[in-house]
Every structure is written in structure tokens, then in C-alpha cells.
């Protein structure tokens, strides 16, 4: 449930950036106990704007703040 609450919290904060963003929750199986943000190009190329990977404990260190995400976002962009 908290992986769930937190994608919603990133995701909402991802369409609020930029308009008419495209955001998929989980379009492959997810790794297990993992949280991960990627952005498509549209060329086909994927940017990892995010891992929880290797961090924590505590737990709390695997999920981002969304502003951060949303940061990482615009750099990928420009």
C-alpha cells in the first residue's frame, strides 16, 4: 500500500509539471520492494529520474519527495 500512495503522490505531481504528461504506474512488473521513476523519450530512450534502490533502511529513504522527481523532470526535458 505504501508503494501505491507514493506513486500516486509522484505521478500527480509529474501532471501537475507539465501539461499533458503521460504517466503509467507499473507498465512491466515491478521489481520487488523497489521504487524507480523513469521517464520515455519519445525517441524510445529511457532517463531514470529516481531509484530507491540501495537506500535505506529506514524505508522511508526508498521513495522520493515529489518535488525532487519533478526536478529531475525538468532537467531531463530541457
Given at each position: 500500500?505504501?508503494y501505491g500512495r507514493n506513486a500516486a503522490l509522484v505521478?500527480?505531481?509529474?501532471?501537475?509539471?507539465?501539461?499533458?504528461?503521460?504517466?503509467?504506474?507499473?507498465?512491466?512488473?515491478?521489481?520487488?520492494?523497489?521504487?524507480?521513476?523513469?521517464?520515455?523519450?519519445?525517441?524510445?530512450?529511457?532517463?531514470?529520474?529516481?531509484?530507491?534502490?540501495?537506500?535505506?533502511?529506514?524505508?522511508?529513504?526508498?521513495?522520493?519527495?515529489p518535488e525532487t522527481v519533478?526536478?529531475?523532470?525538468?532537467?531531463?526535458?530541457?
Amino acid at each position: 500500500r505504501v508503494y501505491g500512495r507514493n506513486a500516486a503522490l509522484v505521478s500527480e505531481a509529474l501532471r501537475g509539471a507539465v501539461a499533458h504528461l503521460p504517466v503509467d504506474i507499473n507498465p512491466r512488473p515491478p521489481r520487488r520492494n523497489s521504487f524507480e521513476v523513469s521517464l520515455v523519450k519519445e525517441d524510445g530512450s529511457t532517463v531514470e529520474l529516481w531509484s530507491g534502490i540501495g537506500k535505506g533502511p529506514p524505508r522511508k529513504l526508498k521513495f522520493p519527495q515529489p518535488e525532487t522527481v519533478v526536478e529531475a523532470l525538468k532537467s531531463s526535458l530541457e
